[in-house]
């Protein structure tokens, strides 16, 4: 494994004295990982549109914020276009030092604001627009969403999810976007470098990051970043950068593109009890779905 | 004395705006409001207007992104009608409850299904409940001068509210008048820089909207209704500035036509009120004592404006051109409640539903209504208050 790159770009000793103590994020929980990564890149000088999702809780009760950054809460749909705002002010107002982040999960990206995010992509506004991805309604007590994986349990779908996964990132390239990237909070090196270069991109730019949830993907709090590695070291997440037209996989990612380098996907799926129903045909079905997203990562890259 | 030019409500208010230099502005078409945005996209593309045009894919994101844009510092406006807004109604509360100024037109519509484009104040009156300053126009003149009224008021700092200006699409909407532009110098001078209570541009970290528990939430909505206290006396001022200013004044949240020695009141809001103070004319000339008392701010409500010309009457009749299913026509509605605080002798009342889904109403219908009315009245063969939908067919 090379990872060569990201190590050239070290988290700067401040990372976390952005994100305060005393959010009210659940133990293990991946968001506050993700936020001080973001926090580590932008600082002060972020403004964070959020939806309603589990971060709209984690940031605390006013007047107290959890955060050392804006923070514009936001209904549920809209969090791309109050950014789109946001951005088209500033830019009138001749202010080009402040960063413009829509900070959403999977319910308000690849569901209800999909409408809103399909069309500041395709305005190209100049936001960028972060999805941390949990893959199901957290904040409201796990019910699945359509970034939810297949066979995964959720209060709305009991005997596991049938249907696959949305590929949001994917949907992004559609858009002809200056940039897109899937990251994982299991890799906070690879986040970070790629918010450094997303930082100094203009125009809409899409960041996926995987974001595993212990009491929502049924797994105790202390293994958030191993299941968030094994999701990538199983080749089920791929981490990879879409810019100019090319897609180039990150180095955390690029070992499994040999698939005999791949851990099972099973090592993945015992750790967690969302997928305690999961049969052997559906492995067999998980399984065929990494190795077609690996082709179309082939495909892409090539 | 500015210039004078033939414009339809709706470009009525997109001059209005162009006046007002905003920042940002977001829409998307409906019939009837598509007109405004064109002639704004056209002002922006001829480089008349230096403002940014966001080409929402939706009215929800069309008040989202004004949102974002006048909590970022920008002075913003939208436009839309019926089911368009319906649809954005989520943020209609927002806007409000952020204490956020931002100014947007209703280009009236009824309400579907079935599918219909003509005018009632159905998708107007639906706002009510929002926490907006509700004005509504009576012709393009006026939908001009409340528009640049609206930007005034919006951002005064005893207001800090968002503020909606209503005209009924096609009959206002798409008919040209002569509409006086004031001095574009002059504007700029009376209206000032953007002002907002708290603006998050980055140059200090600021939260907006956070987890709140209810004393706080509670706090936070009560000043919303003592601010819409304030806005009635913001009204008047800038009425009368405006008046001093430009030449118009309109007399603040009411409009009345011979109501000073008036036995009867009928009450109106929008453009019908042209034809009711024709029968009114009529009536007159055969010796009814009748005044038109017409609602120019729908919230906050104008009840102290109304009790003082009401007071002495023997008779209200309201015409709503909407209505509460289940119940009555909403101004009605507000005016009666609000009447009740006042006095336990409310005159006699009649509240008149007509108009609905763009029936058209002439002088005539309401010159028979009105005339009823107060013949009954009179003779002592209306022993009580009533309501009554009218269909009028041809």
Redesign the interface.
């Known amino acids: 494994m090379s990872g060569v790159e990201t190590r050239k770009l070290p988290l700067p000793h401040d990372a976390r004295g952005r994100v305060l103590p005393g959010d009210a994020a659940c133990p293990g929980c991946p968001i506050p990982i993700a936020l001080k990564v973001v926090s580590a890149v932008f600082g002060?000088?972020?403004?964070l549109?959020i939806p309603a999702c589990c971060t709209?809780?984690i940031?605390?009760?006013?007047?107290g914020?959890a955060?050392?950054?804006?923070?514009?809460?936001?209904?549920f749909?809209?969090a791309?276009?109050?950014?789109?705002?946001?951005?088209?002010?500033?830019?009138?107002?001749g202010?080009k030092?402040?960063?413009v982040i829509a900070w959403a999960g999977d319910g308000g990206t690849a569901d209800i604001g999909m409408?809103?995010l399909?069309?500041a992509a395709?305005?190209n506004e100049d936001i960028i627009y972060i999805m941390y991805d949990n893959e199901a309604y957290m904040n409201t007590g796990i019910q699945r969403s359509s970034s939810t994986p297949k066979g995964a349990w959720t209060t709305t779908t009991p005997t596991g999810k049938i249907e696959n996964k949305k590929d949001v990132a994917r949907i992004l390239i559609a858009h002809g976007v200056p940039y897109v990237a899937t990251s994982s909070i299991g890799y906070p090196h690879d986040l970070y470098s790629k918010l450094q270069r997303a930082k100094n991109i203009e125009g809409f730019r899409f960041i996926h990051v995987h974001a595993p949830c212990p009491p929502g993907w049924r797994f105790e709090p202390q293994y958030t970043v191993r299941v968030a590695k094994l999701a990538v070291e199983t080749g089920l997440w791929i981490l990879y950068e879409y810019h100019n037209g090319k897609l180039t996989l990150s180095g955390p990612s690029r070992p499994y593109i040999d698939p005999a380098k791949r851990k099972p996907v099973e090592e993945y799926i015992k750790l967690q009890g969302r997928f305690r129903a999961v049969t052997e045909d559906l492995i067999n079905e998980i399984k065929k779905y990494v190795d077609e997203n690996w082709h179309w990562i082939k495909k892409m890259s090539q | 004395m500015g210039l004078k030019l033939a414009l339809t409500g709706n470009h009525a208010i997109a001059y209005a705006v162009k006046l007002a230099d905003p920042?940002?502005i977001?829409a998307y078409p409906i019939t009837p409001q598509t007109p405004i945005v064109e002639k704004l996209a056209e002002m922006i593309e001829q480089g008349e207007l230096?403002?940014?045009m966001?080409?929402?894919?939706?009215e929800?994101?069309?008040l989202?992104?004004?949102?974002?844009?006048?909590?970022?510092?920008?002075r913003?406006f939208t436009a839309t009608s019926s089911q368009g807004l319906l649809y954005m109604h989520?943020?209609v509360h927002?806007v409000s409850r952020a204490r956020i100024p931002v100014v947007m037109a209703i280009v009236s519509r009824t309400i579907n299904t079935p599918w219909n484009i003509w005018p009632d104040h159905s998708d107007f009156v639906d706002q009510r409940d929002a926490g907006w300053v509700m004005s509504y126009a009576m012709d393009s003149q006026e939908a001009f001068d409340l528009t640049l009224q609206a930007f005034k008021i919006s951002e005064d700092p005893r207001v800090y509210l968002p503020v909606m200006i209503g005209i009924e699409g096609f009959i206002i909407g798409h008919t040209a008048m002569p509409v006086e532009i004031p001095d574009e110098k002059q504007v700029k001078e009376w209206l000032g820089e953007r002002r907002q209570p708290y603006v998050?541009?980055?140059?200090?970290?600021?939260?907006?909207?956070?987890?709140?528990?209810p004393e706080?939430t509670e706090d936070m909505f009560y000043h919303i209704q003592e601010a819409m206290g304030n806005v009635k006396k913001v009204i008047k001022e800038v009425d009368e500035e405006y008046g001093k200013l430009f030449g118009r004044r309109y007399g603040g949240l009411i409009s009345c036509y011979n109501c000073t020695d008036a036995k009867y009141i009928a009450v109106s809001m929008g453009a019908w009120s042209g034809d009711l103070i024709e029968a009114v004319n009529k009536l007159r000339d055969e010796g009814y004592p009748v005044g038109v008392l017409r609602v120019r701010y729908y919230r906050p409500f104008p009840i102290e404006d109304v009790w003082e010309i009401v007071q002495n009457v023997k008779g209200i009749v309201v015409f709503d051109r909407s209505i509460s299913f289940g119940a009555w026509g909403q101004i009605y509605t507000d005016l009666a409640a609000g009447l009740s605080l006042y006095t336990d002798k409310l005159p006699r009342m009649a509240n008149i539903v007509a108009g609905i889904a763009g029936v058209n109403v002439t002088s005539e219908d309401f010159y028979g209504m009105l005339k009823s009315f107060i013949d009954k009245s009179e003779s002592g063969l209306l022993d009580r208050n009533y309501f009554t939908w009218i269909k009028i067919r041809r």
């Open positions: 002060e000088k972020a403004i549109v709209s809780v940031l605390g009760t006013y007047p914020q955060i050392k950054a804006s923070v514009v809460h936001v209904p749909a809209s791309a276009a109050v950014a789109s705002g946001v951005s088209q002010a500033l830019r009138s107002r202010i030092d402040a960063y409408a809103a399909s069309g395709e305005r | 920042d940002v977001a230096r403002a940014k966001i080409r929402v894919e939706s929800h994101s069309a989202a992104a004004c949102f974002g844009a006048a909590v970022a510092g920008a913003t989520e943020f927002w998050i541009d980055g140059s200090e970290p600021l939260g907006l909207g956070g987890l709140t528990f706080d």
